[in-house]
């Protein structure tokens, strides 16, 4: 329906700008795409491996949005792909690391996709072992403080990783210590194969009372509410007032991986019943309803994101394999260094 130009809406009261939430719901298809892009490139051959997001965009888009893109710190989890497009990562930087290319800004193709990682950006590369860009968060959000740096770390994980003993060291020292970190658990209700009833015995964000600072459990299919939760998070942050806990509830609508049989462990009911609560269709009819959405714009966008995936796609695949010898590189430091 149309609207005037003057009206406010929901968004505009949270202080994103009829643009940004444009880019917003850009950034979210865009990841999305993206993500198909790569189960079909896995299935076709043309690549390994792929940890999939689908259903995870929503949340992880809103959250960057509410942060400050150009100086806080980001430790983002494998499935993140939203969130490292939000923060500036492109669509060739990410396909460059699915190829395993030497020119993968990442790891120069060293580690698996979905170790993301960039100085550009302040994007801190994470490792294999679940849980452990905690603690590092926590570490970075120390600095700042030590140095009176008015910025955050943000780091994410799912709620499987919540069990480690990582996290809870992490939380215990950010809650010690009253540091500038927001934890956002992406509870998409599965860790791999075990089902969130035999992995918790409470609420995620519960966990954070134990440590001295505040826990929120939000809907992670509502943009709009994730990104005032993680805002509201930053500017306690920022104020002095310590760390925030954020469990954001969601559904991994695809499998764990593409070396994962998910029907192995749930049904095909139970995907598509929460493939109906999917936030991005349902981010797309706020703005339909705000009047700044309609198919037209929705026919462009989608070409628009069709071309640059299949540009991205081609450079990947074209772009050559680190040289053999290479491998030693950064390895042992140079003499005199």
Not at 58 to 73: I, M, P, S, T
Not at 204 to 229: C, H, K, S, T, W
Not at 323 to 330: I, K, T
Request: charged letters at 25%; aromatic letters at 8%.
């Amino acid at each position: 329906m149309s609207q005037s130009t003057e009206q406010t809406f929901r968004h505009n009261e949270l202080g994103l700008t009829n643009e940004q939430a444009l880019e917003m719901y850009a950034m979210m298809v865009l990841a999305r795409k993206f993500d198909e892009r790569n189960l079909l490139l896995q299935r076709a051959g043309k690549i390994n491996f792929h940890v999939s997001g689908i259903g995870q965009e929503v949340a992880q888009v809103a959250a960057a949005f509410a942060l400050d893109r150009e100086n806080d710190y980001f430790l983002p989890y494998y499935r993140d792909y939203g969130f490292v497009l939000a923060v500036g990562m492109t669509v060739k930087e990410l396909m460059l690391s699915v190829f395993a290319k030497a020119e993968d800004p990442n790891s120069g193709g060293r580690q698996m996709p979905g170790h993301f990682g960039s100085k550009r950006l302040r994007i801190v590369t994470g490792s294999s072992p679940v849980t452990t860009q905690v603690p590092h968060a926590v570490g970075i959000a120390l600095a700042a403080k030590m140095k009176n740096k008015p910025i955050v770390s943000f780091v994410t994980f799912g709620e499987g990783s919540s069990n480690q003993g990582d996290f809870h060291e992490g939380c215990n020292f950010a809650g010690v210590h009253k540091l500038p970190v927001i934890l956002m658990c992406e509870n998409n209700q599965y860790a791999i194969s075990v089902p969130v009833s035999k992995q918790l015995g409470g609420r995620v964000a519960d966990r954070a009372l134990g440590y001295g600072f505040p826990g929120y459990q939000v809907d992670g299919n509502d943009a709009l509410e994730v990104f005032r939760v993680v805002k509201e998070a930053r500017e306690r942050a920022i104020a002095g007032e310590g760390p925030t806990l954020i469990e954001a509830m969601m559904y991994r609508l695809s499998p764990h991986s593409t070396s994962d049989n998910d029907l192995a462990y749930r049904t095909k009911e139970e995907v598509d019943e929460n493939r109906a609560k999917d936030g991005i269709p349902k981010y797309k009819s706020y703005l339909e309803e705000c009047g700044l959405w309609n198919e037209e714009l929705e026919a462009e966008l989608q070409a628009r994101t069709r071309k640059l995936i299949d540009e991205a796609t081609e450079y990947g695949d074209n772009a050559p394999f680190p040289a053999p010898e290479s491998v030693l590189l950064h390895v042992y430091a140079e003499e005199g260094r």
